[in-house]
Antibody
Framework: QVHLQQSGPGLVKPSETLSLTCTVSGGSISSHYWSWIRQPPGKGLEWIGQIYYSGSTNYNPSLKSRVTISVDTSKNQFSLNLNSVSAADTAVYYC??????????????WGQGTLVTVSS | DIQMTQSPSSLSASVGDRVTITCRASLSISTYLNWYQQKPGKAPKLLIHGAYILQSGVPSRFSGSGSGTDFTVTISSLQPEDFATYYCQQSYNSPWTFGQGTKVEIK
């Protein structure tokens, strides 16, 4: 069973960059796609983007100008960077494994979630 | 973006009740529809993918149906551990979008 462990700061200042890492264990990152999804407090889920182990990415257009997702296959990790954050980016951020064939896909394994608060 | 609309937003039910939640897509998505269950403070859990395919380990009291724009998830006999929020998600067109959620509460 694949396990995803998230790490990164829970507090980020406005205008700075939010950085989170997801470490995959129990399986290789060199297959499947890997997603980031967020959930503002008390609200619904928003898909941020995904990466394939080869480095190919797909981002939500609503965040594309500020998001970078990267992968380090040697460490079995993938990461999220979201720059120029504001209070609107305060949310629980989840990493997940996305099983995908063409566009058909689903997130079948999730990290524990990280609450990131944007505040000075 | 494809808009996903769930109804109702919340419902109250008793243990043993049959519960149905609906999800409507803003355009046809074939059967590219997933359902997740989320409990407070926890990550979402995949229940159903491809509109009706039960994820491994999910109890058979959960079932999904639908195609095109209208989908449902049904819990045949509600159990105490089923009180949670349920989300649908389309995987037909990126960005993969979610419904706003349906909270199932104890009556």
């Amino acid at each position: 069973q694949v396990h995803l462990q998230q790490s990164g700061p829970g507090l980020v200042k406005p205008s700075e960059t939010l950085s989170l890492t997801c470490t995959v264990s129990g399986g290789s990152i060199s297959s499947h796609y890997w997603s980031w999804i967020r959930q503002p407090p008390g609200k619904g889920l928003e898909w941020i983007g995904q990466i394939y182990y080869s480095g190919s990415t797909n981002y939500n257009p609503s965040l594309k100008s500020r998001v970078t997702i990267s992968v380090d296959t040697s460490k079995n990790q993938f990461s999220l960077n979201l720059n120029s954050v504001s209070a609107a980016d305060t949310a629980v951020y989840y990493c997940a494994r996305r099983w995908s064939q063409y566009t058909y896909g689903y997130e079948d394994n999730w990290g524990q979630g990280t609450l990131v608060t944007v505040s000075s | 973006d494809i808009q996903m609309t769930q109804s109702p937003s919340s419902l109250s039910a008793s243990v043993g009740d049959r519960v149905t939640i609906t999800c409507r897509a803003s355009l046809s998505i074939s059967t590219y529809l997933n359902w997740y269950q989320q409990k407070p403070g926890k990550a979402p859990k995949l229940l159903i993918h491809g509109a009706y395919i039960l994820q491994s380990g999910v109890p058979s009291r959960f079932s999904g149906s639908g195609s095109g724009t209208d989908f449902t998830v049904t819990i045949s006999s509600l159990q105490p551990e089923d009180f949670a929020t349920y989300y649908c998600q389309q995987s037909y067109n990126s960005p993969w979008t979610f419904g706003q959620g349906t909270k199932v509460e104890i009556k």
